[in-house]
């Protein structure tokens, strides 16, 4: 079996008109994404949360808590790297260029805010679009995909990638995080999107691949200004909104600048 056969057929006119009226940008989801024994393949190769502290970075931050993110693919058991090597392939970059008509779609091998994601129980991601632009690389950023590897899991345990509006005042999509489920959208200044609280049982995680795409041309609108993550509340959050987000903008601000100031210091006493 070829890499590209790793993915289940994809009915191409169906996707492409889907894609078409969605609103209010693209977004796409894939149940039964990948062959079912490879799948399940993944499914068994994830670390365990423990395990995975080790090796990954965890957010605890006020719009990003409670999840690890293991981006260094050397890391990766091989079932998962596997999965990486596939999602970088020549023929997947091109059939994914054809399906979102965003030609030239170039992977990150450093998988930058990508790669295996766990989240635990009380974990959440406010609602944000995503940082815009590589600068080492000078590289656009244009699409998102996410794969779920999430057996049995139950409504109430919360966790589905959610759509926003420009707004973030009307919630256009909600998907669950189900088992063998692939989600993307084109990156743009209003792709808002975000993971709902997540609150499965002690032992149990939300566990997800995810990997992001890019273009060597800017999009046909541009991009006004480069930026990283921007967050926002949902609606009826006041005191998320009110505060707690302010709070953490003060605290990430200071921490930047106190980098900038040690870096300085380090380059006069070298």
């Not at 541009?222 to 903008?249: C, N, Q």
Request: hydrophobic share 35%; net charge negative; charged share 30%.
């Amino acid at each position: 079996m070829s890499e590209i056969e790793l993915i289940n057929p994809i009915d191409k006119v169906k996707f492409k008109d889907n894609l078409i009226d969605l609103s209010p940008f693209p977004y796409f989801c894939i149940d039964n994404f990948l062959d079912e024994d490879f799948a399940n393949e993944i499914y068994e190769a994830f670390p365990s949360f423990q395990e995975s502290q080790k090796v990954g970075r965890e957010f605890n931050a006020v719009n990003e808590k409670k999840k690890i993110q293991i981006t260094d693919s050397t890391k990766f058991p091989p079932a998962i790297l596997k999965l990486h090597k596939l999602l970088a392939s020549k023929e997947f970059l091109e059939m994914m260029s054809d399906l979102m008509g965003i030609p030239n779609l170039v992977a990150d091998p450093k998988l930058i805010g990508g790669g295996i994601h766990e989240t635990s129980s009380g974990g959440r991601l406010d609602v944000h679009v995503d940082f815009n632009y590589l600068k080492d690389r000078k590289l656009y950023r244009r699409l998102n995909i996410l794969i779920y590897f999430n057996k049995d899991w139950k409504e109430e345990y919360g966790g589905d990638l959610d759509i926003w509006d420009k707004d973030v005042k009307n919630c256009c999509g909600s998907f669950a995080p189900v088992f063998n489920r692939a989600c993307g959208f084109a990156t743009s200044e209003v792709s808002y999107h975000g993971v709902m609280p997540v609150n499965c049982p002690d032992g149990e995680m939300r566990k997800s691949f995810a990997t992001y795409f890019y273009t060597a041309e800017a999009p046909e609108n541009g991009v006004s200004d480069y930026h990283s993550t921007i967050f926002k509340a949902r609606p009826k959050e006041w005191f998320r909104e009110g505060v707690l987000m302010p709070a953490e903008g003060v605290i990430r601000k200071t921490r930047s600048q106190y980098k900038a100031i040690k870096h300085k210091i380090k380059e006069l006493t070298s």
